[in-house]
């Protein structure tokens, strides 16, 4: 799953890195507020088609978002959750810092393929 999400079946959920203050105002979070129904003020969890997760508070703050957002996805089997490359743009973490937090996914959960990539141990290790 990596090619740019312009729209969503009715049971999907854009999962986007977002801040604590939910000020949606670029990358991912910007397409979530604008077309799949982020909330401005809103930084964290379910929100329209979409899931705030917030990236820009430390690792540890994205970490414990990330436990919450798994909870959350073990709960709503009926939905299928799309993960962007949460914390790889403006927060300026790498995938290999971030794609762990995901080692444990549930099947309702598509990740990015250098995300999926680093788990699974194929990932390039030049990146």
């Known amino acids: 799953m990596d090619a740019?999400?312009?729209r969503l079946e009715p049971n999907e959920i854009f999962v986007f890195g977002s801040n604590a203050s939910g000020a949606h105002g670029g990358g991912a979070a910007r397409t979530a507020y604008e077309k799949?129904?982020?909330?401005?003020?809103q930084g964290h969890g379910l929100?329209?088609?979409s899931y705030g997760i917030d990236t820009m508070s430390g690792l540890k703050a994205m970490a414990a978002d990330v436990a919450e957002f798994l909870?959350?996805?073990r709960?709503?089997?009926e939905l299928m959750f799309l993960v962007t490359e949460i914390g790889c743009g403006i927060a300026g973490y790498t995938p290999?810092?971030?794609a762990p937090y995901f080692s444990?996914?549930?099947g309702n959960v598509r990740l990015p393929s250098r995300f999926a990539a680093i788990i699974d141990?194929?990932?390039d290790q030049r990146e």
Do not use: K, S, Y
């Open 96 to 98: 290999a810092q971030v």
């Open 104 to 106: 444990e996914v549930p």
């Open 4 to 6: 740019q999400i312009t």
């Open 47 to 49: 929100q329209g088609q």
């Open 75 to 77: 709960a709503r089997p």
């Open 36 to 41: 799949f129904g982020a909330v401005w003020g």
């Open 71 to 73: 909870d959350v996805a």
């Open 121 to 123: 141990g194929t990932a």
